[in-house]
């Protein structure tokens, strides 16, 4: 299949969508992200929804993940991150800003996207000063980029068992080391059984492994078919909605795919779950008159989390993690 077709075009430019969305979250106060900035053109306001629905993006995928890094670090286990389709994703530089970064961390992508991400790596201070700069080396026409901590690869999702994931071997992933695989509104656009394949060879290639992804459900009601139809006036279908419409079967799909362990959680659930000193420090960023529409719209999203390991002691803690707000 053509990486260069027009959805895989229109695909690859959601990519700036989501890094104009974390600016203007960030800008609003909603979370701190020193890195937003490296990867907008111009800052962009959203809507006060919008910014909510950003903000319970990044705390419900960045609490879970972080929780994972907190029980291989308390285990005094080396862990290992895999962001497929990362974009111009932060988390990398966030977390090692943060001083939580992994052992390894790897994002791939298609080539258009990363050597973007490659060229705003070589231009800009704050991120280079992340990498040890001595060790970084540069391939494949400038669309790949290797370092002992973070390591950028090229190459299409759908074609993940035979030609990326033996690459993400090649270039470092081990097999025996604890490794979540971040998905944020990337397998939804991709034929389910491409996006199987790659909840299937996670579940078979590692040991301990967990699945963290962030996708829309519920297509068939009025708000959900609004969504669909919008999204396709832009060149974009969700062509793995359908297969996995709602809370139930999204975490169902990863136990049939041999997963041990899944949940899943609308982003509603997740932000009227977070304490009240938080809903009210975020209800002084903005106001919110539309608080039924930002209900609508989180009925739609969801963060899904799996994990499947022999280690007794990684699985005792994997299976208490919940996204929170990040201050607990």
């Not at 299949?1 to 969305?21: I, K, L, W």
């Not at 962009?44 to 994972?68: A, D, E, Q």
């Not at 974009?236 to 041999?258: C, F, K, M, N, V």
């Not at 209800?283 to 022999?310: P, Q, S, V």
Request: proline share 5%.
């Amino acid at each position: 299949m053509e990486t260069t077709s027009v959805h895989d075009t229109v695909v690859q430019g959601t990519a700036q969508d989501a890094a104009d969305s974390r600016q203007s979250a960030c800008l609003q106060g909603y979370f701190e992200d020193p890195f937003a900035s490296q990867f907008v053109r111009r800052p962009t306001r959203r809507s006060p929804v919008v910014n909510r629905g950003t903000y319970c993006r990044f705390i419900g995928l960045h609490s879970i993940l972080r929780k994972f890094l907190a029980t291989c670090r308390d285990q005094g286990q080396a862990s290992q991150i895999v962001s497929l389709g990362a974009g111009s994703d932060t988390t990398f530089f966030l977390l090692y800003h943060l001083g939580l970064a992994p052992t390894r961390f790897f994002e791939v992508d298609f080539p258009e996207v990363t050597s973007r991400k490659c060229l705003k790596i070589h231009q800009k201070k704050a991120l280079r000063n992340c990498l040890d700069q001595d060790t970084v080396q540069v391939g494949k026409n400038g669309t790949e980029l290797y370092s002992p901590s973070y390591t950028l690869l090229a190459g299409d999702l759908r074609c993940f068992p035979t030609e990326l994931g033996p690459q993400l071997l090649a270039q470092g992933l081990d097999p025996s080391v604890p490794t979540l695989f971040l998905s944020e509104c990337v397998l939804i656009y991709m034929d389910s059984p491409h996006a199987d394949a790659i909840i299937r060879w996670a579940a078979t290639h590692m040991l301990s492994t967990f699945f963290l992804t962030y996708e829309q459900i519920q297509p068939e009601d009025a708000f959900g078919q609004m969504m669909i139809s919008n999204l396709r006036q832009r060149g974009l279908e969700l062509r793995g909605i359908t297969a996995y419409p709602d809370l139930a079967s999204q975490a169902q799909r990863y136990r049939d795919l041999g997963w041990e362990h899944s949940q899943a959680l609308s982003i509603k659930e997740i932000y009227h779950a977070l304490p009240k000193n938080e809903i009210d420090r975020i209800n002084r960023l903005e106001m919110l008159d539309e608080l039924e529409e930002f209900d609508l719209l989180g009925d739609h999203y969801c963060i899904t989390w799996a994990f499947k390991t022999a280690d007794t002691n990684l699985r005792q803690s994997w299976q208490h993690i919940r996204p929170t707000n990040l201050s607990s």
